[in-house]
């Protein structure tokens, strides 16, 4: 239906195929995942998907996120058997494998399919297997895989409970998952070792690496909102982000913007952010909805160029303007970004936990 990966958003043909297949269903999941990507870049919000295709905002969000999780298996590899099964079912399932990084998500969606878990199932392992990921050196005996992941998570269980029908049941399930004969040896061990162990371990600490660029957000000042005076524009300080988080102090502008860290924003020197109606813009789509925009100006950039738009000084007034001529205004800086705010249908979606950027 529409290819993984692609950036451009599809044409107004496009479009209208994409929701004929939609509202028939065709295609495989993973199809139907793409073609609501394939909406949203073209600008449509989940509520819009629904009303033309039928597919719900929370199921909308379930595929796509499955669809992300599939592709990363796709690149880490899976067996042939998986790849099939998952390529015509089991979205709920990989859904549930969001939280793992791509190696362990390939190596779960396997083990899962041949022990033939579901997603309630599932749901209920990542986390053991995911907190079996931080550490540092594996238990005595059990080795890397999800299995004995799964399976200390049940032996720990194990060790803490007195009542001999609890304790067997999860020795058995801790039997079931594991993977090597040395961690199906330290399971085995609890048959005939009844020692409890009633301490509770110390919860674990809520660490969190990050990970690459976009995960840190750049810190920018706001001059305010147009209209605004060149002196407003002068009167905001230059920032220097201090590592490692990009923390900023500065006097003078008391109004702040995070934005995401993509590789434009990184790669100005200087830049400022200017509220503004979105009409005001130049070459402004007549037809597009008028909302209140974000504009990032580069103070450092400030030679003239044809293919760009930049802020100018008309008298003591601020202007944004494009000329395939040299502007015969003084140039204040470059546009390099204009960030519109999310449509969100329901503001409390997005502190469910289903939530994922990839």
């Not at 005076?229 to 502008?253: I, W």
Request: charged fraction near 25%.
């Amino acid at each position: 239906m529409v290819s993984p990966g692609s950036s451009s958003p599809p044409n107004t043909d496009a479009v209208k195929d994409i929701l004929l297949r939609l509202r028939r269903k065709e295609g495989t999941w993973v199809d139907w995942a793409q073609g609501c990507q394939a909406l949203q870049k073209a600008g449509f919000n989940p509520h819009q998907i629904f009303e033309e295709t039928g597919f719900e905002p929370i199921q909308q969000n379930q595929i796509v996120v499955a669809e992300q999780v599939y592709q990363s298996l796709l690149k880490v590899g899976v067996a042939e058997t998986t790849k099939a099964h998952f390529t015509q079912q089991g979205s709920d399932s990989l859904y549930e494998l969001r939280i793992l990084s791509q190696a362990d998500r390939a190596s779960t969606a396997d083990f899962a399919l041949q022990h033939g878990l579901d997603s309630d199932a599932i749901r209920d392992l990542v986390k053991p297997i995911k907190e079996y990921s931080y550490r540092k050196e594996k238990p005595p005996g059990f080795g890397d895989g999800p299995g004995d992941a799964i399976a200390y998570h049940f032996w720990k269980l194990a060790r803490q409970k007195d009542d001999l029908q609890d304790r067997s049941r999860l020795i058995a399930q801790g039997l079931r998952f594991a993977e090597s004969p040395t961690a199906r040896q330290q399971i085995e061990k609890l048959l005939t070792d009844f020692t409890v162990d009633k301490s509770r371990p110390a919860p674990r600490l809520p660490l969190y690496r990050l990970e690459s660029e976009s995960d840190l957000p750049r810190v920018i000042p706001v001059v305010g909102q147009m209209p605004l005076t060149v002196e407003d524009f002068k009167a905001v300080p230059v920032v220097v982000p201090e590592a490692p988080f990009g923390m900023v102090a500065a006097n003078g502008a008391s109004a702040w913007i995070a934005v995401p860290g993509w590789q434009v924003i990184f790669r100005a020197e200087d830049p400022v952010g200017l509220l503004t109606p979105s009409r005001q813009l130049p070459n402004y789509p007549a037809d597009a909805a008028d909302e209140v925009v974000l504009a990032v100006i580069d103070r450092s950039d400030r030679e003239w160029s044809d293919d760009g738009y930049f802020l100018t000084a008309e008298g003591d007034q601020l202007a944004l303007a494009w000329s395939p001529q040299p502007l015969d205004t003084p140039i204040l800086g470059k546009m390099i970004l204009i960030l519109r705010p999310k449509r969100i249908l329901d503001e409390d979606y997005n502190r469910e936990l289903w939530q994922l950027d990839e």
